[in-house]
């Protein structure tokens, strides 16, 4: 791609596309499913299917059904579940879970952001890889059994509710932030990209003018941090729904697992839009970012004197 | 490690994957156990030879139930010494059953999806050899779609939509290895274009090497393999691990694993039994240990594979 706005502008579509993208694909698998939708929320043989297809609108078809989600999801109304709590209002499940993934989410950057630092700095060398590495190996799964046992031991049948569900959201954040290589990822993707950098020619050619190293690789280099760092936090909200369900935290991902494993539609339909909308915005912080180093760099001076500056 | 160490490695990982799935019961059974066998520790010698003294009493048939073979090898010792060496769940049911139906569950979709990966990333290293910009932009802006959403998600999605009949760890494990195509094509995209892409080929063109040749054996298996084969074996581990992941949050919900048949048990089984020790003290920290020692074996076998095809 030889035009520096081309990716961006990728970006920025792609991020207005997937939360129409993700419903999109959900309404149209309710209707390609055999049977009908409103036997998927209760048995023909149990319920009145018209009258239920009526009250979810469900009865006119999957375009109107779609819009009329899509416009009412704009303004905040994501419908009713149809099976985890029947009939109870998905905005209401999501008021109560949204905050405690965004703070999961939010302490779960620490880790990523500290090792991050550690890497571009050099803190750490090269010789201490094999042990970040072997920490970064183990699963999800088996540090959120850990978080969730350290939880369970601490604040099981203690009246403590508030601080137990803090004490959830800190270890299942370190849990995210250390297992599946998040933290070692970040250390030695950031240390070796910046290292790689360091070695170029021109950055040998900067010292010798006087230039600083980092004012020279920095922007040549930023676009691979930041994807670096676009890449963790989708890895990371990936883990979320295996932390959420394991630690015990009413989250958005522990709502979309009972979605699917209630095959309750309109809870999943709700919950993946939040996750696409997530990405979304990660994607236009992600397209603004490189609009700013590449405009930076043209701001730079084309015709250096290279005699004069010597 | 060295690349000899690791082949061999890699190789008795895969066979002893192989041996378990191929020896996996159909059905977990409380076969002729008796019930006071419950949570037996592995390598118990005191109750193995109770159990070899134990003959073929009335109790055994009364409490079996599916897979009728174990029934009447009840006390025998060949069934004795394998009931025990992993030890018994609360049921009596040996862990090296769990064990060895979980390897039955992970080992061909997980082997697939590797080798579906490996697929993408000799496609995507291909690719950037032929110069084909169009193709190239396309590829990219499907990998910037597809990568941008979150995996678990799409997963869980196609985990709701797929009909009860076709659940299974394979088509899960087959998405998965399309979400990671772009990672891998992009990285082998890489590697040919530090190679100099289609110049490289008109280079060994001009060498008098055929197409064959130049693509199979300079490009793919020389320059190629140590970054596809690292990709799917990474991508094998992970399938491992999103099994266990998912089976362990169905059965935290009491529902049945979309990765598996009801009457199939995961790996997850037996850290689900582990956790209880550590939270609740029941006498199941070998149940933990197993656990353990099978994710363990799955990052040695996703390792020594990695080791065994780098670059000399």
């Not at chain 1, 706005?5 to 959900?26: D, H, M």
């Not at chain 1, 499940?93 to 630092?117: D, E, V, W």
């Not at chain 2, 499907?142 to 196609?158: D, K, S, T, Y």
Request: proline share 4%; charged share 15%; with cysteine.
């Amino acid at each position: 791609m030889s035009q520096w706005w081309i990716r961006p502008s990728i970006r920025v579509c792609s991020a207005l596309f997937l939360p129409l993208l993700v419903p999109g694909i959900i309404t149209f698998f309710i209707w390609a499913l055999p049977g009908d939708p409103a036997s998927n929320i209760c048995p023909p043989e149990r319920c009145d299917t018209a009258l239920l297809a009526k009250e979810f609108n469900l009865d006119q078809g999957s375009w109107v059904f779609f819009t009329d989600w899509l416009a009412e999801a704009f303004h905040g109304d994501f419908g009713r579940s149809w099976r985890v709590m029947q009939g109870v209002e998905i905005q209401e499940l999501l008021r109560k879970s949204f905050p405690n993934t965004m703070f999961l989410l939010l302490f779960s950057l620490i880790p990523i952001t500290i090792g991050a630092l550690i890497g571009a700095f050099e803190i750490v060398r090269s010789k201490w890889d094999p042990i970040l590495v072997m920490v970064g190996i183990v699963p999800v799964v088996v540090f959120a059994l850990i978080s969730a046992a350290v939880v369970e031991i601490n604040y099981a049948g203690s009246d403590l509710e508030n601080q137990a569900n803090w004490a959830r959201i800190v270890m299942g954040a370190l849990t995210l932030g250390f297992a599946d290589a998040a933290f070692s990822g970040s250390l030695i993707g950031f240390r070796d990209t910046l290292k790689q950098e360091k070695n170029q020619r021109y950055v040998g050619v900067s010292i010798l003018r006087g230039e600083t190293v980092l004012s020279n690789t920095l922007p040549n280099v930023c676009n691979a941090l930041i994807g670096q760092y676009r890449s963790r936090i989708l890895h990371i909200l990936s883990g979320l729904v295996i932390v959420e369900v394991i630690v015990g935290i009413n989250g958005v991902g522990a709502l979309l697992w009972k979605g699917t494993l209630s095959q309750d539609f309109g809870l999943v339909l709700a919950t993946a839009t939040i996750f696409a909308v997530l990405s979304g915005i990660l994607l236009i912080i992600q397209a603004i970012l490189e609009c700013l180093v590449a405009m930076h760099i043209r701001k730079a001076p084309t015709d250096v004197r290279l005699a004069e500056s010597v | 490690m060295s690349r000899r160490i690791s082949f061999f490695l890699a190789i008795f990982c895969f066979a002893s994957l192989f041996w378990a799935s191929y020896k996996a019961p159909k059905f977990l059974t409380l076969g002729s156990v008796i019930s006071e066998y419950k949570y037996v520790q592995p390598f118990d010698s005191e109750k193995q030879d109770e159990c070899l003294s134990s003959g073929d009493d009335s109790s055994s048939s009364s409490m079996g139930f599916g897979s009728s073979t174990k029934k009447s090898s009840a006390k025998d010792p060949e069934f004795c010494s394998s009931m025990y060496w992993m030890g018994t769940d609360r049921k009596g049911i040996p862990l090296v059953d769990y064990a060895t139906q979980g390897a039955k569950v992970i080992l061909f979709p997980s082997l697939i999806a590797g080798i579906v990966t490996c697929i993408f990333g000799i496609m995507g290293g291909l690719l950037r050899c032929v110069q084909l910009p169009f193709l190239d932009s396309m590829i990219q802006i499907f990998a910037e779609i597809v990568g941008a959403l979150p995996r678990m998600v799409v997963i869980l999605v196609c985990a709701l939509v797929l009909p009860r009949d076709m659940r299974g760890l394979l088509p899960l494990a087959l998405l998965w290895a399309i979400l990671s195509a772009p990672t891998a094509m992009d990285e082998a995209g890489a590697v040919t274009s530090r190679l100099g892409g289609a110049r490289f080929v008109e280079a060994l063109r001009a060498h008098g090497f055929g197409a064959f040749r130049i693509y199979l054996y300079h490009i793919v298996a020389l320059n190629l393999r140590p970054v596809v084969v690292r990709q799917g074996a990474e991508v094998m581990m992970q399938v491992v691990f999103l099994e266990v992941a998912l089976s362990y949050l169905a059965v935290v919900e009491s529902q049945p694993s979309f990765t598996h048949a009801d009457n199939i048990n995961s790996w997850a089984e037996l850290l689900k039994m582990g956790y209880s020790a550590v939270v609740v003290d029941e006498p199941s920290l070998h149940a933990l240990i197993i656990g353990l020692g099978l994710i363990a074996f799955v990052v040695v076998k996703a390792t020594s594979i990695t080791n065994m095809a780098r670059a000399r």
